[in-house]
């Protein structure tokens, strides 16, 4: 029997290894295979410009537009601000039990925050954020424990103070 695929869709550029460590991080954590898929959308039509950010919102039901029968999930890769109303930002979203999400690279780099560019520590929080939406879509919750991939993230230092991997609860809760 076949490993179920999961779709990542690089929606602008991404460094070739960062792409392939994300799916290897997604690979070893959900047990899945990983298909890269590049995408192609005029970005502009989903700028907010009172807010000078991108609707997380409407790229989400983009992302859930885009069917793959070959996939399980599929999760939009961008390199944008992302909003949505009732926050100022966020690093992705996902629909909760849902087949896609997305996560954005913008905000979990550290020139972001005035500090010196750490390319090991921007891979590492992007696949967190990217494991982390993908278990939105399996239907996992924000969790409690503070190691979790699955802790809620309000700041980048959230992020910092996480595992990749998910606690052995969540673990237990995602059925294929």
């Given at each position: 029997m076949s490993l179920p695929n999961i779709t990542l869709i690089s929606f602008g550029y991404f460094e070739k290894e960062l792409l392939e460590n994300t799916a290897e991080a997604v690979r070893n954590e959900f047990h899945c295979s990983v298909i890269i898929r590049e995408g192609h959308i005029d970005l502009s039509d989903f700028f907010d410009q009172t807010r000078?950010?991108?609707?997380?919102?409407?790229?989400?039901?983009?992302?859930?537009?885009?069917?793959?029968?070959?996939?399980?999930?599929?999760?939009g890769l961008f390199n944008v601000d992302l909003f949505i109303p009732i926050l100022t930002f966020i690093f992705g979203q996902a629909f909760l039990g849902g087949r896609c999400g997305i996560a954005s690279l913008y905000r979990v780099s550290n020139e972001r925050y005035g500090m010196p560019e750490d390319n090991q520590l921007l891979l590492n929080r992007f696949k967190k954020?990217?494991?982390?939406?993908?278990?939105?879509?399996?239907?996992?919750?924000?969790?409690?424990?503070?190691?979790?991939?699955?802790?809620?993230?309000?700041y980048v230092e959230d992020i910092d103070q996480k595992n990749q991997q998910l606690c052995p609860n969540c673990r237990a809760e995602i059925d294929f």
């Open positions: 000078r950010q991108y609707n997380a919102n409407n790229l989400l039901k983009l992302v859930d537009s885009l069917h793959f029968p070959d996939s399980i999930k599929t999760l954020e990217v494991i982390h939406e993908l278990g939105h879509t399996f239907g996992l919750i924000h969790c409690h424990n503070p190691t979790c991939v699955m802790r809620s993230s309000t």
